[in-house]
């Protein structure tokens, strides 16, 4: 199970195409739409696993089915993507374990956290 936290984004985004990504692979996910980082900072996560996406993205078929494998195996506490962002390929943290704290930037506040780049697809969108 994950929790998936929907920040605003500069264009108006299709929060459904976001959470219909997640949910062929992930159908226990939990949306919730959030107006900063310092609401997730604070907020009771459930889950082992939280994302942090924006409202104008969504990821590959590939990425989604490649997720649940890096959250069961490994000794990771973040995970990192890729994005296609105007024809550049950019590297973002995006999920993270349920006690990590993160800036206003997506990075995990205390440093020397282990991670790993997942290679198995794309997070699509326009930028922030």
């Known amino acids: 199970m994950l929790t998936l936290f929907i920040l605003p984004s500069k264009e108006e985004g ?3 195409r976001l959470a219909k990504s997640f949910s062929s692979e992930l159908p226990s ?3 919730v739409p959030v107006n900063g980082v310092g609401q ?3 907020y009771n996560k459930e889950t082992p696993w939280y994302g ?3 409202e104008n993205e969504y990821i590959e078929e590939k990425l989604a089915a490649a997720l649940s494998s890096f959250f069961t195996i490994g000794d990771f ?3 990192i993507v890729f994005k296609l962002l105007e024809d550049k390929a950019v590297f973002f943290p995006r999920f993270y374990k349920s006690n990590v704290f993160i800036n206003d930037d997506l990075s ?3 440093s020397g956290w282990k991670h790993e780049k997942i290679l198995n ?3 699509h969108g326009s930028s922030f």
């Open 77 to 79: 506490e973040c995970l």
């Open 121 to 123: 697809g794309w997070v």
């Open 108 to 110: 995990p506040i205390l």
């Open 14 to 16: 299709d929060v459904s």
């Open 29 to 31: 996910t939990i949306f």
């Open 52 to 54: 942090v996406f924006y």
């Open 40 to 42: 997730i900072n604070i």
